[in-house]
Structures are given as C-alpha cells and as structure tokens.
C-alpha cells in the first residue's frame, strides 16, 4: 500500500502564492506518474498537473498553464505543487494522487490508484 500525505494549503489573496506538497510512504516502488487533482464546492473533481516518475514530463489543465509548476523530488518520495498567480476561482480542496501504471498525461482521476486526504486552498478576492 502507499500512504500519500499533502500539506501547504491555507489562506491567500488573489495573486499570491502556495507551494503545496505531497509525501508518499509506503509501497512507493510501486507508484509511477503522480498528479494534483483539485474539487471545488458542488463541482466534481477536476485535474490540476500530473508529472512522470522521472519528473521530466509535467502536463498542465488549460486553466492552470503558467501559473501553477508541478515538480517531483524521487529522493524524497515527494511531488509539489507551486500555485502563482491564484485566483479566487483556484479556490478547492487539492487532492495528491498516484498511479501504478506507466503512463504520460494522465487526467482521468479513475487512472489514479492512491490518494490524498486533500488540503483546503482559499483565494480571498
């Protein structure tokens, strides 16, 4: 099994900053492509970035491309999330997810095997 922990949510105002970031523990030889998911009040769960294992290949929803970096530390067993530029509407719960299957550029959250319990980001207008 693998335990994913996220962290460094909070409060901000619109434009500022937020670096969240996700331990993994466990199993975590067993996780490949790890990805940020975010779900807003009333909406479904939406995806945010994702990254390959090696972290050279990050891919971006429309609505977050240039603002927000998604990184990955194997060393550490750790993906981040560095939010720029937030948005009243960046306003969800961020979810930390990982997949054991191989793959590049996946959005679909029914792709992701583990999860977060997910961290509140508020954006004060």
């Known amino acids: 099994q693998v335990r994913l922990v996220e962290s460094g949510g909070g409060l901000v105002q619109a434009g500022g900053s937020l670096r969240l970031s996700c331990a993994a523990s466990g199993r975590t030889s067993s996780i490949h492509p790890m990805g940020w998911f975010r779900q807003a009040p009333g909406k479904e769960r939406e995806f945010v970035a994702t990254i390959s294992w090696s972290g050279s290949l990050p891919y971006y929803a429309d609505s977050v491309k240039g603002r927000f970096t998604i990184s990955r530390d194997t060393a550490k067993n750790t993906v981040y999330l560095q939010m720029n530029s937030l948005k009243p509407e960046d306003r969800a719960v961020y979810y930390c997810?990982?997949?054991?299957?191989?793959?590049?550029?996946?959005?679909?959250?029914?792709?992701?095997?583990?999860w977060g319990q997910g961290t509140q980001v508020t954006v004060s207008s």
């Open positions: 997810a990982a997949a054991r299957r191989l793959g590049v550029g996946q959005t679909d959250p029914k792709e992701y095997d583990y």
